[in-house]
């Protein structure tokens, strides 16, 4: 063990830490769909699904995804376009592309069966050190650590450590650390209960240590530190600011749109034809473009709504247009879709922002 877990864990009391958080977990858990299945395959849905989004949010998409892809037979037979709808809305589209690659592999090569093995497990794509923990523990009920933020959180404050969490070498200090305590006997309540006092009790902001069912054997409730821990320390990061043009264009009634590449932002989605521009970008250039791109006869264009959006690194600022205009056929990666088929497709929110503007003034 390191010098740091050593420390730790000096005087500890593990046993009764775990009884305490266990059973409270038990009694307070709220009851989420996922926790009421042992299906590895939706186990796995949920916690990818979870990275980086409430639970709140996730709640609906889950049960329409499971409704949709019941069995991991499905999810893995299943089209590229179907998924991404399936996906619609909840962002960072690579976790359900690199989900359904392992899927996949996982229809291959175990036979349907996800695997047990935490190192098979992880080798999968998309499957980090966190889910690999989680889906372990929950599903298989193996001792095995799932670190993320929250966890970091509640195991700084109740062992008042003051590394800085941001840093890799702490997350190994952490995963060190809740694989001395887990609770071997129920390893699954042990991991949920810690994410759950995250969510619940131990707070990023104003923690309620007063309702916490650990906080006996809380080091840094008793050091008077709750409120200054954890410590983190995060670089800044610049977002890029992009300007936009876009248009829903109607052709008797229906709409043209178009894909975007199989790589990068956005991968494989639709949107309405969008032109990168400068921050003072004219409209004369907007319909050059429309002209040669599109062989498009302008009759008639005018604003519709202007959406921005904040992606990890880059910011969209997109001035959209309901433009009229003839158009006798297109090329790929443009399309002409009926509405009933633009339901069937994913769209990123911009874009559905700029269709619902179309919908309530048109």
Request: aromatic share 10%; net charge neutral.
């Amino acid at each position: 063990m390191t010098t740091t877990i050593e420390k730790s864990l000096n005087d500890f009391q593990i046993e009764k830490f775990q009884k305490a958080l266990v059973s409270w977990f038990h009694q307070e858990k709220r009851d989420l769909p996922w926790r009421r299945t042992e299906d590895p395959f939706r186990i796995w849905v949920s916690e990818i699904m979870l990275q980086q989004t409430r639970v709140d949010t996730v709640i609906p998409y889950y049960e329409r995804f499971i409704d949709k892809f019941p069995t991991l037979h499905d999810f893995a037979n299943a089209k590229e376009d179907e998924i991404l709808k399936a996906w619609e809305g909840l962002g960072y589209y690579s976790r359900v592309r690199n989900l359904q690659t392992a899927v996949r592999e996982v229809a291959e090569k175990y036979n349907g069966n996800v695997p047990e093995d935490p190192k098979q497990f992880q080798s999968l794509k998309g499957v980090g050190p966190y889910t690999a923990g989680a889906v372990m523990s929950i599903a298989f009920r193996k001792p095995e650590p799932a670190v993320d933020g929250n966890v970091m959180r509640v195991f700084s404050r109740v062992f008042s450590i003051e590394e800085d969490i941001a840093k890799p070498k702490t997350r190994k200090t952490f995963e060190g650390l809740v694989r001395e305590v887990i609770d071997h006997e129920d390893p699954s309540g042990f991991n949920q209960g810690i994410m759950e006092l995250g969510a619940l009790i131990c707070t990023p902001q104003s923690p309620s240590c007063l309702l916490c069912p650990v906080r006996d054997y809380c080091k840094g409730f008793h050091e008077g530190k709750e409120k200054i821990l954890p410590i983190k320390n995060t670089k800044k990061s610049s977002t890029k600011k992009k300007w936009m043009s876009a248009l829903v264009l109607t052709n008797d009634g229906q709409i043209v749109v178009q894909k975007r590449p199989e790589t990068g932002l956005l991968a494989s989605m639709w949107q309405f034809p969008m032109i990168e521009k400068g921050k003072n970008g004219d409209l004369d250039a907007f319909r050059s473009w429309l002209k040669e791109e599109l062989n498009l006869e302008i009759e008639h264009m005018e604003p519709l709504t202007t959406v921005k959006h904040v992606f990890s690194h880059v910011e969209w600022e997109i001035d959209a247009y309901v433009v009229k205009g003839s158009i006798s056929s297109v090329e790929l990666p443009y399309q002409i879709m009926t509405e009933k088929q633009m339901s069937e497709y994913a769209f990123p929110v911009p874009f559905q922002k700029m269709w619902k503007a179309f919908k309530e003034t048109h």
